[in-house]
């Protein structure tokens, strides 16, 4: 089975393990999501996403990116216990994003990442 970052970098896995985290932060994962974006690199991709996230009262614990060539890729680790907004909401804003700057993102609460990515 792929793990996320295979599916979305072709091979290139992104370790969650190594998220440098405190231990305020290291509270149960269902308040926790993994917001993973690919697409072609532009002006405007980690502001329209952070702006979204920001929106729903969403708070970003970890974020890496990186480029391949033009290819910019990026795994973000995100506080859900302050959003009042519904889970689909914070989704269909993300995927709006996506279709607006040609992307991919996924977010997918951490329980379940867990799950499905388990050893």
């Known amino acids: 089975m792929l793990g996320?970052?295979?599916?979305?970098?072709?091979?290139?896995?992104?370790?969650?393990?190594?998220?440098?985290?405190?231990?305020?932060?290291?509270?149960p994962s269902g308040d926790r999501a993994i917001v993973s974006v690919l697409g072609v690199d532009?002006?405007?991709?980690?502001?329209?996403?952070?702006?979204a996230l920001a929106n729903h009262r969403v708070n970003i614990l970890d974020i890496h990116q990186t480029l391949f060539g033009d290819?910019?890729?990026m795994n973000m680790l995100v506080?859900?216990?302050n959003s009042s907004s519904e889970f689909s909401s914070l989704r269909a804003d993300?995927?709006?994003?996506?279709e607006q700057m040609g992307l991919k993102?996924?977010?997918?609460?951490?329980?379940?990442?867990?799950?499905?990515h388990r050893v």
């Open 79 to 81: 506080d859900l216990s």
């Open 71 to 73: 290819l910019f890729a």
């Open 42 to 51: 532009r002006v405007g991709i980690v502001a329209a996403v952070a702006s």
């Open 105 to 116: 993102i996924l977010i997918q609460r951490e329980d379940v990442f867990r799950f499905m």
């Open 94 to 98: 993300l995927d709006r994003i996506s």
């Open 4 to 27: 996320l970052g295979e599916m979305l970098l072709g091979g290139c896995d992104f370790d969650f393990s190594k998220l440098d985290l405190t231990a305020s932060e290291l509270r």
